[in-house]
Nanobody, 120 residues
């Protein structure tokens, strides 16, 4: 399983960014982030078909996770960005067909991370 995250950058508060994660196949997938000095945090996840999505309370209503299985790519549309959204965003994948989505331990494969910086 190979994952390649992209799309990060430096933006001002209130702006939008779209992250992409190109995968080598179709898997259960999710986004996590790590702010400086903090632990890895769940952001959002999506089922293999895309029919089910899950969000952390901190991003619900602002972020949208989606996927295009024809392109083996997952996206994270981030709107109304806040300085507290700053961090390295990682995409993750899991080969299982069932299980919880919001836990780091559920994911076997990780991309290299892409930096998102939101200035105030």
């Amino acid at each position: 399983v190979q994952l390649q995250a992209s799309g990060g950058g430096l933006v001002q508060a209130g702006a939008s960014l779209r992250l992409s994660c190109a995968a080598s196949g179709i898997y259960r997938m999710g986004w996590f982030r790590q702010a400086p000095g903090k632990e890895l945090e769940f952001v959002a996840a999506i089922s293999r078909s895309g029919a089910r999505t899950y969000y952390s309370d901190s991003v619900k209503g602002r972020f949208t996770i989606s996927r295009d299985n024809a392109k083996n790519t997952m996206y994270l549309q981030m709107n109304s960005l806040k300085p507290e959204d700053t961090g390295v965003y990682y995409c993750a994948a899991d080969l299982k067909y069932s299980g919880a989505y919001g836990y780091q331990s559920e994911y076997e494969y990780w991309g290299q991370g892409t930096q998102v910086t939101v200035s105030s």
